[in-house]
């Protein structure tokens, strides 16, 4: 019994540390995913809106994509379909500020490529 109650502890342990580090590593890329923004930024081609390297490009530091994501400053890439993005806008200016700062991270990963 004893043996049990040890057991499931480590176990419990290590799935909330899992859990922390893939909270840690991948939590811009999981807001990416969970708003959507995938469906018109694509990693490796310019689809309904412009590609996330050419946003990486566009963008020179974390803060000024942030300042955009939170509806501060107006777009730097314009493909004339800026109504599009403002309806995006709204769901970015509703999370975490830490989770803004994620997802542009996120985004920015992509000029290193
Ligand atoms: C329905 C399609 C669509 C979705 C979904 C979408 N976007 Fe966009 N996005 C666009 C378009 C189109 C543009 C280019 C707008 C323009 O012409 O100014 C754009 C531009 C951008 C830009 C560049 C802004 C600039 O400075 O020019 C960023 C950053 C961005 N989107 C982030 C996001 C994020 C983050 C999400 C998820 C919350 C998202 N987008 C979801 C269509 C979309």
């Not at 501060?72 to 890439?77: D, F, M, R, Y």
């Not at 493909?79 to 803004?100: D, F, P, Y």
């Amino acid at each position: 019994m004893r043996r049990f109650v040890l057991l499931t502890l480590i176990g419990c342990g290590c799935l909330m540390l899992g859990t922390m580090l893939w909270a840690a590593a991948s939590g811009g890329e999981a807001t990416f995913h969970s708003l959507k923004c995938y469906i018109c930024h694509k990693p490796d081609r310019r689809s309904a809106g412009p590609s996330l390297p050419e946003i990486a490009k566009a963008y020179g530091g974390q803060q000024q994509l942030v300042q955009y994501l939170q509806g501060e400053s107006a777009p730097l890439i314009d493909l004339g379909k800026h109504k599009v993005m403002e309806r995006q806008l709204e769901k970015t200016k509703e999370i975490s500020a830490a989770e803004r700062q994620d997802l542009a991270n996120y985004i920015l990963s992509f000029g290193e490529k």
